[in-house]
């Protein structure tokens, strides 16, 4: 069975300040592929980054990071230096062989100034 | 390129009412797909389809039906609207089968049902 948690619901930080959103996935599958998307309160879903099972690299992007550990079944983002342009819902989200993708429940961050 | 377009933007139904969700995209890929978005509960996989005649369901499919005759089209049918199927729609499409190619989202349907 596929599964993706992201335990926080909401989080609230205040601007400038660094944010980690979590990620955990279930899955059997030895090839898969993860996902984050970002949803601003305008509704429309935004592709962020993609990572396959073979490459734990850690990426950097600007003022986002993601670590992606197979050990722990987790794949975080960092937000450093927060902005109220980060204000959105992040999803995490996993695909695997039988090609279908499940998303976690969201991840509601507000960055207050 | 339009990319993948939903229609309607907004529907109200009575309880018991039909109507079909349509979902189009021009960019010739194979998998296609409808999730819904409730509050708290993220976004949830209704029925997919990786080809034309090729449909399977999701987490959530019970009260919708789907069919993929074309690549480009992959309408959901809600057959009797329930109230528990008041929600935001999203249809997504990607490209070859297999890779992890990112997900294109239409704009989005809120639907209520009365």
């Known amino acids: 069975a596929q599964k993706v948690t992201q335990a926080q619901t909401e989080i609230s930080v205040v601007e400038k300040e660094d944010v980690t959103l979590d990620c955990v996935y279930e899955t059997r599958d030895t090839t898969y592929y993860l996902f984050w998307y970002k949803q601003p309160p305008s509704g429309e879903l935004v592709f962020l980054i993609r990572?396959?099972?073979?490459?734990?690299q850690n990426e950097i992007s600007g003022r986002y990071s993601w670590n992606f550990q197979k050990s722990t079944s987790s794949f975080n983002f960092t937000i450093t230096a927060s902005q109220v342009v980060d204000s959105a819902v992040y999803f995490c989200a996993l695909k695997t062989s039988y090609d279908k993708v499940i998303f976690g429940p969201g991840t509601s961050l507000s960055v207050i100034p | 390129n339009a990319g993948v377009t939903q229609t309607p933007k907004f529907q109200v139904l009575k309880t018991g009412q039909s109507m079909t969700l349509q979902c189009a995209q021009d960019?010739?890929?194979?998998?296609m797909s409808w999730y819904r978005q409730d509050p708290g509960m993220g976004l949830r996989l209704i029925h997919y389809s990786v080809g034309a005649g090729i449909t399977d369901q999701g987490e959530v499919p019970n009260g919708y039906n789907v069919s993929r005759s074309t690549t480009e089209d992959f309408p959901l049918r809600l057959l009797s609207a329930a109230p528990s199927q008041t929600s935001v729609y999203f249809c997504a499409s990607s490209g070859y089968r297999g890779v992890g190619e990112k997900l294109f989202f239409g704009s989005g349907t809120q639907l209520s049902v009365l």
């Open positions: 990572r396959n099972s073979f490459d734990e």
């Open positions: 960019m010739n890929h194979e998998y």
